[in-house]
């Protein structure tokens, strides 16, 4: 039964609309499992791959090999939030990685266990948080069989 997620994020959150809604969904989260934050600065040196590989650097300090490691990316595979619930209740432990603005090293991608995506399209980090958190709480809700998702 799935206890723990940590979500590792490169980048911080800039509006005050992220905090509230961000705030909402952890509390409706509680009643299921712990939900974990960790923020990575975004790197500003020289090129992307070198800006890319710092963060790397710093992403790989968070993870735990017990924890599945799941990468949102825009290639990873889709699936609906029925599926999603079932894959994430697999795992009784699971760290996502959300990129910044320069998108996720290949490094970080190849440890991945899973990649997955939410869309083809590209959202910067703070609404891919949102979009996670929401459909974590559906999945908790279609695990519970709570109304929320009909």
Known sequence: M???????QVGRDKFKYVD????????RL??????NE??????RSGDKITRLREEAKEIKKHFKRSSALIILSPE??????????????KF??????????????E????LGDYIISFSKMTFPHHLAKILL???????????HNRKYHK
Request: aromatic share 12%; charged share 25%; glycine share 8%.
């Open 2 to 8: 799935l206890r723990e997620i940590k979500i590792i």
């Open 20 to 27: 509230l809604i961000k705030s909402d969904y952890l509390r």
């Open 30 to 35: 509680g009643h299921y499992f712990t939900v």
């Open 38 to 43: 960790i923020i990575i600065r975004e790197s």
């Open 76 to 89: 990873g595979i889709e699936m609906d939030s029925v599926k999603f619930s079932k894959f994430i209740y």
């Open 92 to 105: 009784p432990s699971i760290t996502f990685v959300i990129g910044g603005s320069d998108g996720l090293c």
């Open 107 to 110: 490094e970080i991608k190849i």
């Open 133 to 143: 958190l929401e459909q974590l709480y559906r999945a908790a809700s279609i695990k």
